[in-house]
Structure formats: structure tokens, C-alpha cells
């Protein structure tokens, strides 16, 4: 990493408050080039609070662009972080109503030309999308890291039509601690409490939302850019991660956009900017890249970044299984449209008799997090386990690699003889000692298999064709190697079971895996990053402590009950002093539990702890947060509580219940 000091611009940063339609005043920080000429605004729009939550990745990049002549602008969401307004649901018509007022409000200020570009990550890249489809007049240009265009079966609620119980869950603990956070008195003075308490007053649980929508209806429909991609006159700049699960909206962008207006970029990066250095890398100069993007797009600048191949991705050599890796071995390659013609559908099919597949229901334990962010235990282990509770089919690798690109598929003939069940699918690379390597994986919920917007029970003891996609790869399999098809009946906690499930049986007869397979003769581009460089840190430290740290993941296994637990600490920062003088906690653990051949024994649990203290203003508020999601053969059941301390007084304290029906789920 290359930290650089010396920019084209000189630059300064205010902290100001745009007005919206309505007078609700949103929390913005800018920074500009010390010009008398106007210039480009770039926009960063999310929730999670640029007075600390952000703030260390916001200094690595926005005074980089001001320095390069932008003006770049972060922008916290209403009802969050030290904006006006009360908090709402994610990607809710307010919030995106509301960006387009902020692009509206930026173009119309004296020292921009009138052109926006819009970049974020996740959240924030998710809802740039959203807001480029709604098509406000200045902005001309975006940048969408590891965000969805389908906000149903590509994000972090359901896959496949299944409830995705690590995912959902831990997302709607982690939003509801985080939204309960309060204002910052440093920044809104003493009007901090009414603001939060009004806060703590409109907030729902997130989770409540999600399950009442268990199929792909027109809750879902809403803000996923899948409906209509035509709606989309800015540029893109699609970027993704082969190890983040969003990574299949950066196919469908180059594939559905025009191709005078979109470039893809596919790497083997975690749930981050591929700048950052987390890992697995190797990380590449992506201020740089998006530098380009930037000034083609707004500046009008002749420069060669339409001319790069239409995709460029990752493909990763074989390597061994491990939960973390510093850079993974590959390399780059282009491609001139989207489908590609160097990649060819390779069909494999399956053979054998008839299988039951009876998984038992803590099948998925090494898994791997739902979302990467380069911890140390992120990445699956060695599938062999979970291989040995699949039926596997096997290809040997014979002459030459098998390289693929793209997103794989399969054809499974099922009978069921019960009406619901779940098929999950896990391409591996077995080494000739063995290990073997999660290369992708999908699901399907079979009662999904005629579609995501509908709950088709399965006729009792009928038999069916059903097919699927598995997560987008790009993985070579060299000779020697074994291509290994996995497939089970259970997914936890990835996937939350099917009430009574009892598994399928298999018929390898007429079922086929389906693979994207990347031709040997393909012309190679010449694919090459800079160095990755960013700003002078904001300088958070973290004190030392002599506490020892809890495992990042921690698998319990009770063996006279049958039950496995399985210990997740997320890593949230524990605590981090800021220059401004704010220390900043923060705690989580999760917990999921299942007894191996109970469906309705599933259980998820998340605990959260956050403390935000200023000794200099005596301010110090803690909140604390519980959720827990469990099941019986008819319902969900929800449980949150949130306790808001003021000091040592209770300012706040709120318990939910809720069942909700399993339609999908």
C-alpha cells in the first residue's frame, strides 16, 4: 500500500447539512480541490455514520479524490449517524428519494460543473444502482461495489428461495444495533437525546420485515434494478469479489447494459475495496482504476478506460483449503462481451444408481462466513466432511485444466415423499491427496423450483427435473485434480430447514452438472493494475488489551443431546479511539444451534454491545441488543430487545415478539 501525500490539488473538508424537500437536513462531509474553478462532485449515501462508523475508510479515499479534483462527498441517511429525519427500512422510496435530492442539491452548487458521479459498497452500492435507475439529470457516472440488482435472491435475506439464516438474521441484529446508535453531541450539540429518542421510538426490527415477505413479491421487486435495467442512463462500473455473494450482479450488469455504458470488474477479493488489502488479495490500485472511470465519464477526458475488455476477471489456480489465504495464485483475464465467447457450456452427466439424500441438518458447519470481510476464519475449510454427508459425483481432470468462468449449473431428477425440502449443490476441487476445495455453491428451495415469486409444494412421491445456478467462479481444476459435485439436503446456517424435511432421492439418470468452461486457445489480454494508494490515514487507534480474544468461529458439538453449536464472532472492532477524542466499542457474538436430525430445533442468536464515550463532554451511552429467530413445524419466531443507556440511566428498553407463518421459508 502506498499512502501518498502530493496531489495535483491541494485540498480542505467542511462538514455541512443538506436541506431536503421536506427541511430535514442530511449529515454531509466534503471534501474539495482549493480551485476557483468548478469541478465534478462524487457521492458516497449510507446509514453507517461518516463521524466514526466510516470514517477510517472514508479518509483512505475521499481527500484522494478532492486531491485529484473532485469534490467528494459522504453523505449519511436520514435518520442516521448526525442526519435529520427518522430512520426507515433499507433502500426504503425515502432514502432514495432523498439521494436524488442530494445529487440535485450537489450539481446546483457554485463550485461543481452540474455533473455527479455516485460510489459505495454493499449498501452504498446497492442503492447508487437504485438511484441511477430513477435516472436525476446530473448524474452521468457510477461506481457499485459488491451491491445487488435483485434484492430478494442476491443479497443477504434469501438464496434460492430459501431463508437465508445466517445472512438474514445476522443482518437484521447487526442493522437493529447499529440504527439504535445515537447522534453525536460533538456534531448536533445538546439536541443529541430528542434526536435519539425519537430514533428509538420508530424503530421496528428489520427481521419482522423480511419474514413477511417470503417469496419474491413486490416488496422485493422494489429498488432491485433486475425489474428494469434499461432504467439505468448513468455509466457503471460493476465491481466484485469471487468471494462475496453479491458477485452475480456484476455478470448480469455487463450482460443487460449497454455496452458503450458498463465495464465489469470480477476479483478475488472478500466482502471490501479491492484497495484495502483485505484478504484474500491481491488488493490493486482501484483509486486509480475508478480515477479513470471518473474522468472519462464526468471530465470528458480522452482516455483508454471504455477500451478495456467489457469483463475483467480473476481466475484462481487450484490451491489448497484454507479459512484465509494472503493472496490467492491466478491470474487476469478479459473478456469482450458478456457471454463470453471464449467460455463454452461443458455438460457432465451423472452416474449411478438411485441415492437417498438424507443430510443431517448440521451439514454446512464448515460452510464459511456468509460475508467475507478478510478475517481469519472467513473462508470454508476443508470440504471432506461436509462431502462425507453429501452424495459427490466425480470427473476426473485428464490432459489439460478445466478452466471456468462463469456460473455453473445443475440438473437434479428428485422424487420427495414430503411436500418441502431444499437441494444444495457445492462444486469442490479434490486434490490427489484428498482436500478438497469449495469452489462455488448454490440452492434451491424446492418449492421454488417454478419460481422465486411463487411456494409450490411438492406433489408426494412424484418425481421432477429441477435446475439451478450455483454462485458465479473462476477456478482452474489442473490435471490429476477431481471436479467433485456435492449435494445435500441441509445447509445450516447458511440455510435455514425445511419443516420435517426428510430429504430426496437422487437419480444420477437424466441429472447433469453444467459447467462454464473458459477455452485453452482464448487470446489473453494483458491485464494490469497499479500499485494499490490511498490518503494519510485518519489515525484511530485501538488499544492494547491482555484480554484473550474469543475463536472467530468455534463449532460445539454435545454429543448425548445431538446437538452442534456454532460460535461466530463477527469482529466488529472492539475499540477504537478517534482524534476527536470519541471512543468507540463495539461487541458481537452469534450463535446458531440445531440438533442433527431436527429440523425445528434450529436456532440463531445474535448479541450485541455498543459504547460511545466522550470524557471531554461527560457523554457515555451504551447500547445493548438481542435477537434470536427460531421455528416450529408452522411458524417463525422472533424475539429482539433493545436497552438504551444514558449513563447509568435506562433512557430506553424495548422487547419484540413475533410468529410469522413459513410460506417459503
Known sequence: MRIRTDFPYETSHEDIRIPMPDGARLYARVWRPLTDEPVPALLEYLPFRLSDGTAPRDWQRHPWYAGHGYASVRVDVRGHGNSEGLPGDEYSATER?????????????????????????????????????????????????????????????????????????????????????????????????????????????????????????????????????????????????????????????????????????????????????????????????????????????????????LLRSWISDSHPPATVYEELPGRWVGAPAWPSPHVTTVSYALTGGPVIVDSPQYTGLDAGR??????????????????????????????????????????????????????????????????????TRGVLNLSARHGRDRANAWPLGAREDVTFELNAAGHSFPPGHRIRLAVSSAYWPWIWPQPGSAGFTLDPAGSRLELPVRSQGASEDKILFEEPEQSEPLGVSSPVTLDEQRPERLVIRDVAKGEWRLEAD?????????????????????????RERDPHSAQARSDWTIRLHRPELAWDVRIETRSELTCDAADFIASDEVVCRDGDEIVFHRTWERRFPRMAG
Open 370 to 439: 456468509f460475508l467475507p470481510c478478510g478475517n481469519d476464519a472467513d473462508l470454508p475449510p476443508d470440504q471432506r466432511d461436509e462431502d462425507a454427508r453429501s452424495a459427490c459425483f466425480e470427473f476426473p481432470v485428464t490432459d489439460a485444466p478445466v478452466e471456468l468462468l462463469g456460473r455453473p449449473a445443475v440438473t437434479l431428477k428428485l422424487r420427495l415423499d414430503v411436500p418441502h425440502g431444499q437441494a444444495i449443490a457445492r462444486l469442490c476441487d479434490v486434490a490427489p491427496d484428498g482436500s478438497s476445495t469449495l469452489v
Open 97 to 309: 428519494a432523498d439521494g436524488v435530492a442530494v445529487i440535485n442539491w450537489l450539481a446546483a452548487q457554485p463550485w461543481c460543473t452540474g455533473r455527479v458521479g455516485m460510489f459505495g459498497i454493499s449498501w452504498g452500492g446497492t442503492n447508487s444502482l437504485q438511484i441511477a435507475a430513477l435516472a436525476p439529470e446530473p448524474l452521468k457516472a457510477v461506481v457499485t461495489v459488491c451491491s445487488t440488482d435483485d434484492r430478494y435472491d442476491n443479497d443477504a435475506h434469501y438464496m434460492g428461495g430459501s431463508v437465508l439464516a445466517c445472512g438474514m438474521h445476522a443482518r437484521a441484529a447487526t442493522l437493529l444495533a447499529l440504527v439504535a446508535r445515537p447522534p453525536d453531541p460533538l456534531f448536533v450539540g445538546d439536541q443529541w437525546r430528542q434526536m435519539w429518542l425519537g430514533r428509538l421510538e420508530a424503530v421496528t426490527p428489520f427481521i419482522h420485515i423480511w419474514l413477511a415477505h417470503q417469496i419474491r413479491d413486490d416488496y422485493w421487486k422494489h429498488g432491485s434494478v433486475r425489474e428494469d435495467y434499461a432504467a439505468i442512463d448513468a455509466a457503471v462500473l460493476a465491481v466484485g469479489g469471487l468471494h462475496d455473494p453479491c458477485r452475480d450482479t456484476v455478470l448480469r450488469l455487463v450482460e443487460q447494459l449497454p455496452p458503450d455504458r458498463v465495464r465489469g470488474l470480477l476479483g478475488p477479493w472478500p466482502h471490501q475495496y479491492p484497495d484495502r488489502g483485505m484478504r484474500p488479495g491481491p488488493a490493486i490500485g482501484f483509486l486509480q482504476e475508478t480515477l479513470r472511470w471518473w474522468d472519462h465519464h464526468l471530465k470528458n477526458t480522452a482516455n483508454d478506460v471504455m477500451s478495456e475488455p
Open 570 to 594: 463477527p469482529r466488529p472492532g472492539g475499540m477504537r479511539v478517534y482524534p476527536d477524542g470519541l471512543e468507540y466499542t463495539e461487541e458481537a457474538l452469534q450463535t446458531y444451534t440445531i
